[in-house]
């Protein structure tokens, strides 16, 4: 049964998984970057996502997600369908809810999971896995990423008078302050590469808002369309940067610990209390994503309707809780 939300090429794909043209589909609104749909079967359900595509956009997020899933990692939802031409992939629907609270036992599962991916590095799949979409494998790539985020919010959505005030009095002046502070604490090392020993396949954009915990309590990882090899740090400091499930900071100890002892990288700890708040500056901007031209463009490929005063509301929020040098 076709759904006008839909398109011909991903009611095709139900229709061939399901075996039937007796079927209900429908848009799962959670996803911010791709068109997302649910399609049943009697009790049978697939996710089936169409990857957004942009002239201005030159990340390939279909073909990172699927060089990713080729990990054959545990604690994923299965790949059902892969359709390189089109850029649809297809994939098991797994009962669970993004967690809503923070506790110890999934924190230790969490660090598990992410070193137990580290244990395919050396296989032949790894080896073809790109840098992650973001990569910051330099000091000066960290400051990259957010100088990044801020030009392209400078060139956004300059009508909205909340939006631009906030970004010129506050945003602005305190991601100065803190890129200062980056470059006078690394002054002598900004340029200096993370040796590849020390980078680590990672999920990239990782934390509680791509994870389910089942009913069982089993945690499920999904979303891997930014992942590649990264700077270990840079993971710790998006995992407890997130906005959607706030993370105690004393939890951080968890991930340094478990990436020192399997990299060998003794700075880790160091850059992420360094970098910790620029990077919360960029999560900042990400909230910020619907003012600029590319971000509004991605919503509505995803077809997700976002209030651009709650995301806001939210970016002000964050900016606040940032320490101050």
Not at 99 to 122: F, G, M
Request: proline residues 3%; positive net charge.
């Amino acid at each position: 049964m076709k759904n006008e939300t839909t398109d011909d090429d991903v009611n095709e794909i139900a229709k061939f998984l399901l075996g039937s043209d007796n079927y209900e589909i429908y848009p799962l609104h959670s996803g911010g970057n791709n068109s997302i749909f649910i399609a049943k079967r009697e009790k049978i359900k697939i996710v089936i996502k169409k990857y957004f595509r942009d002239l201005r956009d030159k990340r390939d997020r279909y073909d990172t997600e699927k060089k990713f899933y080729l990990l054959e990692l545990e604690n994923t939802p299965k790949s059902l369908f892969w359709n390189d031409q089109k850029k649809i992939a297809a994939f098991e629907y797994i009962e669970g809810n993004i967690p809503n609270e923070v506790t110890s036992d999934d924190i230790q599962n969490i660090v598990k999971w992410i070193c137990y991916i580290q244990k395919k590095r050396d296989s032949f799949v790894a080896k073809e896995i790109s840098l992650a979409s973001d990569a910051c494998l330099s000091i000066r790539d960290h400051i990259f990423s957010l100088k990044r985020r801020i030009d392209k919010l400078l060139n956004g959505n300059l009508k909205h008078k909340g939006f631009m005030d906030f970004f010129q009095n506050e945003l602005y002046p305190k991601a100065q302050k803190i890129i200062n502070f980056v470059e006078k604490s690394f002054s002598s090392k900004l340029d200096y590469k993370i040796v590849e020993n020390y980078q680590i396949l990672s999920p990239s954009d990782f934390g509680y808002h791509n994870i389910l915990k089942g009913k069982d309590n089993k945690l499920w990882f999904f979303d891997f369309e930014y992942s590649g090899w990264d700077d270990p740090a840079k993971l710790i400091c998006d995992f407890f940067c997130q906005p959607q499930v706030s993370v105690p900071l004393g939890f951080s100890e968890n991930f340094i610990n478990a990436l020192v002892e399997f990299t060998g990288d003794k700075e880790i700890a160091n850059r992420f209390e360094i970098l910790y708040p620029l990077h919360q500056v960029k999560w900042a901007c990400i909230l910020l994503n619907e003012f600029s031209h590319s971000g509004a463009a991605r919503r509505k490929f995803a077809k997700k309707i976002i209030n651009l005063d709650n995301q806001l509301t939210k970016a002000k929020k964050l900016l606040c809780q940032i320490k101050t040098f």
